[in-house]
């Protein structure tokens, strides 16, 4: 299926790996060019070489934390005008309500809320400007029903779609659609590194810890990046133009309710 966006620019934050990473392949089969982002520089220039092999597009890399504000100093510079914005970085660490201080919350914030909306209003006065932009955040299943263990996690992002979900129906009559995808639990490192937590705290190997997990969701299995990264060029896609400040959740069927 053609998107219609070929041709088109993209940032991809935190995507050298992940469901970053399938969100670039996505894009970038429908023929985006793209600049992707990384802490570490190697893995990231790894992942952008096998992308221009594979699909022929431009791919600029910027090797830095985006949740910093040189970080995202650089990447606004080196995607000056992009057409689309993916925002994305790491989560933030399980632990009990009691574990966190207000420096923690901070971080979480700066990470998962302040960043994403510091891209926004970066890059998108110039797609408004154009008459056409796309942005998806990824943000979590626990925005529709809390993680108990992942309390940073369910706060910051709770902000950030609260700030989108006012904010895409400002910039949606200058053509641009601000959406939101939610992850739930998909085979990434992050998934490894929470089934690990799992199988320590309940003494059950990896495997185990896995299989348990599979057994609550009704597809009976973890997402993949490919399918992440197919919704998430769907939506960039010319057709996703009436998709405004929706949340969107990928979750094979886990979330137990009727809307
Ligand atoms: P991952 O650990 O597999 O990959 C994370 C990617 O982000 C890597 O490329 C890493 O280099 C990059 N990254 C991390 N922090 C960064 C930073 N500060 N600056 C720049 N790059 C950074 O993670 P994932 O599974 O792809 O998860 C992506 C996001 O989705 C995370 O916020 C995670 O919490 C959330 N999420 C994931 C799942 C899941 O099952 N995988 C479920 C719900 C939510």
Redesign the pocket.
């Known amino acids: 299926m053609d998107l219609g966006i070929h041709g088109k620019r993209a940032l991809v ?9 399938g969100c670039a392949e996505a894009l970038a089969e429908a023929g985006v060019d793209l600049v992707m ?4 520089a190697d ?1 990231l220039d790894t992942a952008a070489g096998d992308i221009r092999a594979r699909f022929g597009v431009d791919v600029v890399t910027v090797a ?4 910093t504000d040189s ?1 995202q100093a650089k990447l606004m510079d080196a995607a000056d005008g992009v057409d689309i914005l993916i925002n ?4 933030p660490p399980p632990g009990m309500w009691t574990d966190w201080a207000r420096e923690d919350f901070v971080q979480a914030l700066d ?2 809320m302040l960043t994403p909306i510091a891209l926004m209003q970066g890059l998108m006065p110039s797609m408004i400007e154009k008459g056409w932009g796309r942005v998806v955040n ?1 943000t ?2 626990s925005v529709k029903a809390p993680i108990p263990v992942l309390g940073l ?1 369910n706060a910051a992002r709770a902000g950030l779609t609260g700030f989108v979900a006012g904010t895409a129906r400002q910039v949606a009559q200058h053509g641009v659609t601000v959406n939101n995808i939610l ?4 085979d ?4 490894v590194s929470l089934d690990t937590g799992v199988s320590k705290a309940q003494n059950i190997d990896l495997a185990q810890a896995r299989a348990n997990r599979e057994a609550t969701i009704p597809a009976r299995r973890y997402g993949t990046r490919q399918e992440f990264g197919a919704t998430c060029a769907f939506l960039c896609s010319q057709f996703a133009g009436f998709i405004v400040g929706q949340n969107v959740l990928l979750d094979g069927g886990a979330h137990n309710a009727t809307l």
């Open positions: 934050c935190a995507s050298s790996r992940g469901l970053g990473l982002n990384a802490r570490g893995a830095c934390d985006v949740t970080g994305n970085a790491g989560g990470a998962n990824i979590s299943q996690s992850p739930g639990i998909h990434t490192d992050r998934a």
